[in-house]
T-cell receptor, first 113, second 115 residues
């Protein structure tokens, strides 16, 4: 079974802090994704990566950056956290290609105070 | 027009009935289609994938795809209260000519199965 592990289930941070969300997958997947999910807005893609050190912006990259130094690990960084970044953050991974489903981690519920 | 549209519901069905969930998509080049189930407070879980026109059955679940009509559906037979969840339709995105496995998700349909 695919295992996607997110480092924290719940996280509380303060405005202006630099926040790191970590995601690790154990299936040698090329693709990794970061989404946020908010009521009424659905899943929105922040960034994705299809290879080590490669990244592409998703639909809502503003205020975020990412890092992928190793194939199994994809980090989401909130450079200066703001209250409007309070959300559920979901990491997913998949094999490369158009027929591959994505597999999700358990999510991190992030609150910015 | 949204790229992937679902009826938001909520859809309420009695236990034992057939639940029918619908999804339309705008990109005619899309080639893979997925249904995810998401329980409240949990992450999405893949339950079905379909790539060719027609029906695909897996236990109580049947996915149906009609590429000409740009329509994909999920039928849940003998619905159980444990099927109560949000169901997300996802379609592979090929905007810009490349895919890399990107998916576009619908907003989800909330299903409630009452005893």
């Amino acid at each position: 079974d695919v295992k996607v592990t997110q480092s924290s289930r719940y996280l509380v941070k303060r405005t202006g802090e630099k926040v790191f969300l970590e995601c690790v997958q154990d299936m040698d997947h090329e693709n990794m994704f970061w989404y946020r999910q908010d009521p009424g807005l659905g899943l929105r893609l922040i960034y994705f990566s299809y290879d080590v050190k490669m990244k592409e912006k998703g639909d809502i990259p503003e205020g975020y950056s990412v890092s992928r130094e190793k194939k199994e690990r994809f980090s989401l960084i909130l450079e200066s956290a703001s209250t409007n970044q309070t959300s559920m953050y979901l990491c997913a991974s998949s094999l490369l290609g158009r027929y591959q489903p994505q597999h999700f981690g358990d999510g991190t519920r992030l609150s910015i105070l | 027009q949204k790229e992937v549209e679902q009826n938001s519901g909520p859809l309420s069905v009695p236990e034992g009935a057939i639940a029918s969930l619908n999804c339309t998509y705008s990109d005619r080049g899309s080639q893979s289609f997925f249904w995810y189930r998401q329980y409240s407070g949990k992450s999405p879980e893949l339950i079905m994938s379909i790539y060719s026109n027609g029906d695909k059955e897996d236990g109580r679940f049947t996915a149906q795809l009609n590429k000409a009509s740009q329509y994909v559906s999920l039928l849940i037979r003998d619905s159980q209260p444990s099927d109560s969840a949000t169901y997300l339709c996802a379609v592979n995105s090929i905007r810009g000519g490349t895919s890399y496995g990107k998916l576009t998700f619908g907003q989800g349909t909330i299903l409630t199965v009452h005893p």
